[in-house]
């Protein structure tokens, strides 16, 4: 009697010949980035010793020039990301209903609201700042502007995924007691969508808090203006001075969002 012997495979040849040619695939890309990217080995050697040139006139730290100029710097950082954040609200939330599916029906508003969300995060905040400030000039209106505009698509985003996962019952239900539709949307789905709101809302200030310290690179304003200034005058232990303050603040932000996420979430 004859016994068919049956093997167990995770993957059929099909897909095996799928997976080698992928991994194939990004093993030409690895090596195809490399010789474009033109890697100079003697540079690459040297990297070691000019790094640890480079620190080694970054000590001792110069302490002094914090009063001086960091932490005027800093305070303006911080006021940056936090208007930013603001002002994305004021743009972010009509799009967040206009792509929320549950709220509005319309294919065009969705198309529209979609069209503005991808073009705000597909542009870097470093771009955005250098737009404004060939309009506005160098200074703090175009940083606040460039992270306003660089958030608009991650907070509009995440919003309007989350009015689409709230529970229609409620909604429903405030519906067939003809309640107008600025009262259901005020008590049916903006107390479902509250947590997620401060959620989104003080993840993306973390987020703009460390954007808007390399903002003034190009111009814009912050610590990066005081850095960009050091690092063109060689001052590397005033450079130091300014990557300390920006370490410790963005771990103390981090701190912050932490604490009160857990306080009103």
């Not at 080698?20 to 490399?34: D, H, P, R, T």
């Not at 001086?68 to 967040?96: K, Q, R, S």
């Not at 539709?181 to 460390?210: E, T």
Request: charged residues 15%; contains cysteine.
């Amino acid at each position: 009697m004859n016994t068919i012997d049956h093997h167990w495979q995770r993957f059929t040849l099909r897909q095996k010949l799928s997976r080698y040619a992928v991994y194939l695939v990004l093993v030409l890309a690895f090596f195809q980035s490399i010789q474009s990217v033109e890697v100079i080995p003697e540079f690459l050697l040297d990297a070691p010793e000019q790094m640890g040139d480079m620190f080694s006139r970054m000590w001792p730290i110069d302490f002094a020039y914090y009063p001086v100029a960091v932490h005027d710097a800093m305070i303006e950082t911080l006021n940056i990301a936090t208007l930013g954040t603001l002002i994305t609200l004021i743009f972010a939330i009509p799009l967040a209903l206009m792509n929320a599916s549950n709220i509005v029906n319309s294919a065009w508003c969705h198309w529209i609201s979609r069209f503005f969300l991808v073009s705000s995060r597909s542009v870097n905040s470093l771009v955005w700042a250098l737009l404004f400030v060939s309009i506005f000039g160098p200074g703090v209106i175009a940083g606040v502007l460039a992270i306003a505009f660089r958030s608009i698509g991650f907070v509009g985003k995440l919003l309007g995924e989350a009015i689409e996962e709230v529970n229609m019952g409620s909604i429903e239900a405030l519906k067939a007691t003809g309640a107008s539709w600025m009262s259901i949307l005020l008590k049916g789905y903006w107390p479902q969508v509250l947590p997620a709101f401060f959620s989104i809302v003080l993840f993306r200030w973390d987020i703009n808090v460390r954007e808007s310290a390399v903002l003034g690179l190009v111009g814009a304003g912050g610590i990066g203006v005081v850095l960009d200034d050091s690092m063109n005058l060689f001052q590397w232990d005033r450079v130091a001075m300014s990557l300390l303050a920006i370490f410790i603040i963005v771990i103390l932000a981090e701190i912050v969002v932490v604490n009160i996420r857990k306080r009103l979430i």
